[in-house]
């Protein structure tokens, strides 16, 4: 059974720092490069930040870019998403998805990070 499930968001200030993770299993974690997205009320998802099947390629969106850090643990099936100088616009529901050529991709069920004052 495939489960990607995320943790680590929650309440944090303007400025502040949250870092999520994404516990990947019942599939070849290392063989699917990785996304996290997020969906802000209202909006459309969108991707933030993506990492290749060894970790030596990132991208980002240029609203998180030198603020975000995506990497991976092959050897612990997990994906995270360092989140520094964190911005209200950053609130939504951040999810983790795991994808590859030919097959479907698999997404977690969220995690919500709420940044305010």
């Known amino acids: 059974q495939v489960q990607l499930v995320e943790s680590g968001g929650g309440l944090v200030q303007p400025g502040g720092s949250l870092r999520l993770s994404c516990a990947a299993s019942g599939f070849t974690f290392s063989s699917y490069g990785l996304n996290w997205y997020r969906q802000a009320p209202g909006k459309e998802r969108e991707l933030v930040a993506r990492?290749?099947?060894?970790?030596?390629?990132?991208n980002y969106a240029d609203s998180v870019k030198g603020r975000f850090t995506i990497s991976r643990d092959n050897a612990k099936n997990t994906v995270y998403l360092q989140m520094n100088s964190l911005k209200p616009e950053d609130t939504a529901v951040y999810y983790c998805?795991?994808?590859?050529?030919?097959?479907?991709?698999?997404w977690g069920q969220g995690t919500q990070v709420t940044v305010s004052s």
């Open positions: 990492i290749s099947v060894t970790g030596s390629s990132t």
């Open positions: 998805n795991a994808y590859r050529s030919f097959s479907p991709p698999y």
